[in-house]
């Protein structure tokens, strides 16, 4: 039976498993997939014990990403642009990385949230590992303005300027502006705010003010379950409609269950049963 697993530290929170098990039922693939706690310094050993046993691949949650991604022989251009992989796959010898976070938010919203982000202004919140994921999709579904805010401005546009020189995203700066303000001014208002800041793990409120918000804005919080409700809390009491990151978990893990399987498994109906099934 072909093995995989997600790996991380910690990782006894993660609903991969379950995603990628309930995947395979529904699809008829026979594969196992199991969680594997991962010593900070310890992946490199990692995947190379998992080459010698023959796993086929795994998904890398933090804080393992970049670092996954400078271990692999093969990156792809979406993996390129995050300087960071959350899905691997092991062929040949050699490792192969891609990033499917940016691609499972941008179909969450969507598909099943249905808010179309072509000619829409964007706001995105932070420029750490979790933007930089999700920058380039966000670009690529055509929305008529994509403003970065952060903390460190710096970071931000450095983050910014590495998207425009890329080659595979020229068409699509041709008809969005992509900027950077300060977190204290952002602008707007905006139809879709999304948080990829640390602000919803630290407790925090909302990390922008009131005023980005368009009536019935979409404002999307890439974390899920209580880390999430205050922001959606904010957003309700504010006239829109928050959304956290349990639809984003489950489009990646789609898209990273393509990469390895090369069929597309029923992701709402997982997503349906997921939050069917949340207290």
Same mark, same amino acid.
């Given at each position: 039976m072909d093995r995989y697993f997600v790996i991380g530290n910690p990782?006894?929170?993660?609903?991969?498993?379950?995603?990628?098990?309930?995947?395979?039922?529904?699809?008829?693939?026979?594969?196992?997939?199991?969680? #594997?706690?991962?010593?900070? %310094?310890?992946?490199?050993?990692? /995947?190379?014990?998992f080459q010698r046993d023959g796993v086929r691949g795994c998904n890398v949650t933090v804080p393992f990403k970049f670092e996954a991604f400078a271990a692999a022989q093969l990156t792809s251009a979406r993996a390129q642009l995050a300087l960071a992989a959350?899905?691997?796959?092991?062929?040949?010898? #050699?490792?192969?990385? %891609?990033?499917? %976070?940016?691609?499972?938010?941008?179909?969450?919203?969507?598909?099943?949230?249905?808010?179309?982000?072509?000619?829409?202004?964007?706001?995105?919140?932070? !420029?750490?590992?979790?933007?930089?994921?999700v920058l380039a999709p966000l670009l690529l579904a055509g929305p008529r303005q994509l403003v970065l805010v952060n903390r460190s401005p710096d970071k931000a546009e450095a983050l910014v300027q590495r998207h425009r020189a890329h080659a595979s995203l020229q068409a699509a700066l041709q008809h969005t502006g992509l900027s950077v303000r300060p977190l204290q001014a952002p602008g707007g208002p905006f139809d879709?705010?999304?948080? !990829?800041?640390?602000?919803?793990?630290?407790?925090?409120?909302?990390?922008?003010? !009131?005023?980005? /918000?368009?009536?019935? !804005?979409?404002?999307? %919080?890439?974390?899920?379950?209580?880390?999430?409700?205050?922001l959606l809390d904010w957003a309700l009491a504010h006239g829109c409609v928050g959304r956290d990151g349990l639809g984003m978990l489950v489009e990646q893990a789609a898209e990273a269950f393509e990469i390895w399987r090369g069929i597309r498994p029923p992701s709402a109906q997982v997503l349906q049963e997921m939050r069917q099934a949340q207290p």
């Amino acid at each position: 039976m072909d093995r995989y697993f997600v790996i991380g530290n910690p990782i006894a929170h993660s609903k991969s498993p379950l995603i990628q098990t309930r995947f395979a039922a529904l699809t008829g693939q026979s594969l196992q997939y199991d969680r #594997q706690l991962v010593a900070l %310094d310890g992946l490199a050993a990692a /995947l190379a014990q998992f080459q010698r046993d023959g796993v086929r691949g795994c998904n890398v949650t933090v804080p393992f990403k970049f670092e996954a991604f400078a271990a692999a022989q093969l990156t792809s251009a979406r993996a390129q642009l995050a300087l960071a992989a959350n899905t691997l796959k092991f062929e040949q010898g #050699q490792v192969h990385a %891609d990033n499917t %976070d940016g691609v499972g938010l941008v179909r969450d919203i969507g598909h099943n949230a249905g808010v179309p982000l072509a000619g829409r202004d964007v706001l995105l919140i932070g !420029a750490g590992g979790a933007a930089a994921g999700v920058l380039a999709p966000l670009l690529l579904a055509g929305p008529r303005q994509l403003v970065l805010v952060n903390r460190s401005p710096d970071k931000a546009e450095a983050l910014v300027q590495r998207h425009r020189a890329h080659a595979s995203l020229q068409a699509a700066l041709q008809h969005t502006g992509l900027s950077v303000r300060p977190l204290q001014a952002p602008g707007g208002p905006f139809d879709v705010v999304i948080n !990829a800041s640390a602000s919803s793990l630290a407790g925090a409120g909302a990390p922008v003010p !009131a005023s980005v /918000l368009k009536p019935g !804005a979409l404002v999307y %919080d890439l974390m899920y379950g209580p880390a999430a409700k205050p922001l959606l809390d904010w957003a309700l009491a504010h006239g829109c409609v928050g959304r956290d990151g349990l639809g984003m978990l489950v489009e990646q893990a789609a898209e990273a269950f393509e990469i390895w399987r090369g069929i597309r498994p029923p992701s709402a109906q997982v997503l349906q049963e997921m939050r069917q099934a949340q207290p």
